[in-house]
């Protein structure tokens, strides 16, 4: 090994930086698993089935392609064809071939929308009670604010391959 070549030099967190990736680290690990907790508990989903079954009550014709619906699910393809094939089982969902093209839609059915709509007040009062009933507004923007900045920036770190050694 070439002794002369130069290591990178590390940018140690600061102190304020410290604090705030523990704290960031801290919600990332406990806010799913409470969610996941309620949805299982009260509507025998996982937080991850509800987000799926949630985007595609929101699209037009309550129905996306695979591929879009993994983009806005934050999902590799492969997991979310894992997750469309388990809820295709159980009747919420179903595969719509598009013509012309290998892909396919995610179609929510009729039961799968009555899903929704019974497992989303207990949701929606979770995420309240969790995350917004001690912010005031202007927090809540400032949130908004932070998370698309802090989003933007990890979308351009995993464009650019930061963290590969």
């Not at 690990?29 to 509800?50: G, N, V």
């Not at 039961?111 to 009062?125: I, L, W, Y």
Request: proline residues 2%; aromatic residues 6%.
């Amino acid at each position: 090994m070439d002794e002369s070549a130069e290591q990178p030099v590390t940018h140690w967190l600061t102190d304020n930086e410290q604090a705030a990736w523990r704290s960031l680290v801290a919600i990332l690990t406990r806010l799913p698993a409470a969610l996941d907790t309620q949805l299982q508990r009260d509507s025998s989903l996982t937080h991850f089935d509800y987000f799926v079954l949630s985007g595609l009550s929101e699209a037009p014709d309550r129905r996306l392609q695979l591929r879009d619906l993994a983009k806005f699910a934050n999902a590799s393809l492969s997991r979310l064809s894992h997750v469309v094939t388990k809820l295709e089982k159980i009747g919420w969902v179903r595969r719509e071939s598009i013509e012309g093209s290998r892909g396919s839609y995610a179609v929510l059915t009729d039961t799968g929308m009555e899903k929704v709509v019974e497992a989303a007040p207990g949701h929606v009062e979770t995420v309240q009670a969790l995350l917004f009933e001690g912010l005031d507004e202007t927090e809540v923007a400032r949130l908004a604010a932070l998370s698309s900045v802090m989003l933007t920036q990890l979308d351009k770190g995993i464009a650019e391959g930061t963290g590969k050694a």
